[in-house]
């Protein structure tokens, strides 16, 4: 990474500490990391920075954003880094200046992160592609069980990993706000379910785990109603059980259910199991980044995306069956691929002497996937980041949904070699998570507010997990006591998230690369979802190989989809302006319907609502506002109107008439 100006020379006992942290890190000899090797060539990533971060906080007391440890990074160039922001006494721009303080009231509300707030309003069917519950659902096998034992041990494991980790009791509020159950509250600990079918027969067994699965995939847990974990135990023949888990995108993320399988089963495994304790949860963490906002660094970010938001382009023109408007899916659809531990391992290694990182490689794998699937080459793809802010050390030990978006604009250049494109989204990647302190949902939020749409602007994603096990330190264990030997790669899972079309999410278990499509099957002919997925895979598998890496890419001879294909209703995926609305007609509020919509607007955008027109996002509301707007009417009196249907014309005249539809039905 070339920087604007040189860094000053560091001392070489804050050379040697780096090494330290790095060897802690990567589980490695200090001795045995050159001065003139990256993070990124030792084996790490950008998961393992956000754990390296923290250690260098924590042991040498400066404060670093991810931005300054950029992968690419040698240990002297980050010690040059450190010696820097330590003289500088806090005061660098770069650095984030920011604390976790213990919350005064533990029982009290606070905000949904960015993410958790388009999970939330995702599942009030505000949006096209919406779900009553943004969840992801998982079973897994077990082996050797002890019949006497294992249900007393989990529970007994998920009531103490309840009171370890606070936000599996959290709740969401009406107003979009969350709080954390007190430990005597009844409803605070999740309750393991079990069906016992050891004496079943094979049919019988088939049918019931069918019908668990369809029903644990279709009706997630809702932190709004009650907990956002449902865990069930499936007890079968022959000392065997199948673990069906299922947690709301609203507490959990990818990150954190490592953190929660791993204590989970080291709490089953032992009943005078121990975890170390925590400083800080959740709560504490979203609490502290209210004065983000006030950071140069936050501001710096902001101008970084809002310059660049105008250059942006649509998402990839997938060929469509049915408009994304017009579907209300109930499951997303599923294609799953291994690749082995052998053939993973050394792909890994190809990646690390081109000097990107597996990530890098696969978001460059997806991206000439969906080019040829789309014909064009330029377009916007979503990424999911496991975004946690090295404030504490114990941060990475934290349940929570931590994660946030991140909009990638990918051109892709006409005849590459893999290779070139792998160092090239390792660059793009690289420099976009030098901003993410805003993330992709703000980030989407003024994107569509620029190109007058309440539709997803960035509706395929592209999700990796790779490095989590590095980073947590272990993997989840291979037996835990009453549950027997734990067999991950027997495992079913399924994934429910709004305002996504399509999803890659990549993943290990055991050595092994898992490569997933998440989709909503009624938008695409399986033939052209089978071939995309079938493209993904053959070049992973020709990344085994070193030559791989040196052939050149096929990609479509278009820069942009054509502008005929990309209609609001045509057979393409894309972005449309808002639906033409009818024209209102300017003017004060008319009668005394209009007059209190205008008047709680004023009270919740903190602005004077004076013309009947005037579009609620246009003042600066946005979707999380507008739930809570509607829901302030509705316990009021006033009516009850979705929010989808608010989407219609969101206007003061807009509302009061959508509202006056309502009167009949409720009289009727």
């Excluded at 993973?344 to 081109?354: D, G, K, N, V």
């Amino acid at each position: 990474m070339t920087t604007s100006a040189p860094l000053p020379v560091a001392p070489d006992d804050l050379v040697q500490a780096v090494r330290g942290v790095w060897a802690d890190v990567l589980d490695t000899d200090a001795s045995s990391i050159p001065d003139d090797t990256s993070f990124l060539s030792l084996g790490g990533d950008s998961v393992l920075a956000v754990r390296m971060a923290a250690v260098i906080r924590k042991r040498l007391g400066v404060s670093l954003a991810l931005s300054d440890v950029r992968v690419e990074h040698t240990a002297v160039h980050l010690a040059a880094l450190l010696n820097e922001r330590g003289s500088a006494g806090g005061g660098v721009p770069h650095s984030l200046d920011l604390d976790i303080e213990r919350r005064d009231d533990p029982d009290a509300p606070f905000p949904l992160l960015p993410l958790q707030q388009g999970y939330f309003v995702g599942q009030q069917d505000a949006f096209e592609l919406s779900y009553r519950s943004a969840h992801h659902y998982v079973d897994i096998g077990l082996e050797d069980i002890d019949s006497d034992e294992i249900v007393e041990a989990l529970q007994d494991a998920l009531e103490r990993l309840a009171e370890h980790q606070s936000v599996l009791r959290a709740r969401v509020l009406p107003d979009g706000r969350q709080r954390i159950l007190p430990l005597d509250d009844p409803d605070a600990m999740p309750r393991l379910r079990t069906t016992d079918l050891s004496a079943a027969g094979e049919e019988e067994i088939a049918t019931e785990l069918a019908a668990i699965r369809r029903e644990m995939s279709t009706e997630g847990p809702d932190p709004a109603v009650s907990c956002g974990l449902d865990m069930r135990l499936t007890l079968l023949p022959g000392q065997r059980a199948r673990l069906h888990s299922s947690t709301s995108l609203l507490i959990i993320d990818g990150w954190s259910s490592g953190v929660f399988y791993r204590d989970l089963f080291a709490l089953a495994s032992d009943y005078n199991a121990v975890l170390a304790p925590l400083e800080v949860d959740f709560g504490d963490y979203v609490t502290s980044l209210r004065d983000l906002p006030d950071t140069e660094q936050w501001q710096q970010d902001r101008d970084w995306w809002w310059d660049r938001l105008d250059t942006f382009p649509l998402p990839p023109a997938l060929p469509l069956v049915a408009d994304p408007t017009d579907v209300r899916p109930t499951l997303m659809g599923t294609r799953q691929a291994v690749l082995d531990a052998e053939r993973w391992a050394a792909l890994r290694a190809h990646c690390a002497e081109h000097g990107v990182t597996p990530s890098a490689a696969m978001f460059a794998v997806f991206s000439a996937a969906m080019a040829r699937a789309c014909g064009h080459r330029r377009f916007l793809l979503n990424t999911l980041q496991l975004n946690r802010l090295p404030l504490h050390p114990d941060v990475p030990r934290l349940v929570g949904a931590f994660s946030s978006t991140m909009l990638m604009p990918v051109q892709l250049p006409e005849n590459p070699a893999f290779a070139d494109l792998a160092v090239s989204a390792q660059q793009a990647m690289g420099d976009t998570l030098a901003h993410h302190l805003i993330t992709g949902v703000e980030v989407s939020r003024e994107l569509g507010r620029r190109r007058g749409t309440r539709r997803p602007v960035a509706p395929v994603v592209f999700q990796s997990t790779l490095g989590v096990d590095a980073a947590l330190g272990t993997e989840v264990p291979q037996e835990a006591g009453p549950l027997g030997r734990i067999d991950l790669l027997s495992h079913h899972q399924q994934l429910r998230t709004p305002q996504v079309a399509l999803e890659l999410r990549l993943f290990e278990l055991r050595g092994e690369l898992v490569v997933v499509f998440s989709l909503v099957e009624e938008l695409f002919a399986a033939e052209d979802v089978d071939r995309m997925f079938q493209d993904v895979m053959d070049t992973v598998e020709s990344l085994v190989a070193k030559e791989g890496w040196s052939a050149p890419v096929t990609l479509p001879a278009e820069l942009d989809a054509p502008r005929s294909d990309l209609g609001g209703t045509g057979g393409r995926l894309s972005v449309p302006a808002a639906p033409s609305r009818p024209n209102e007609e300017p003017g004060t509020p008319r009668d005394d319907l209009e007059r209190a919509v205008a008047a709680d607007w004023a009270e919740l955008l903190g602005c004077a609502v004076t013309d009947r027109a005037t579009d609620f996002f246009g003042l600066g509301g946005d979707s999380l506002l507008a739930v809570r707007m509607l829901g302030s009417l509705a316990r009021k009196g006033v009516g009850r109107v979705t929010p989808r249907r608010f989407l219609e014309r969101p206007t003061v005249a807009g509302l009061a008439d959508a509202v006056r539809e309502t009167v009949p039905a409720a009289q009727g």
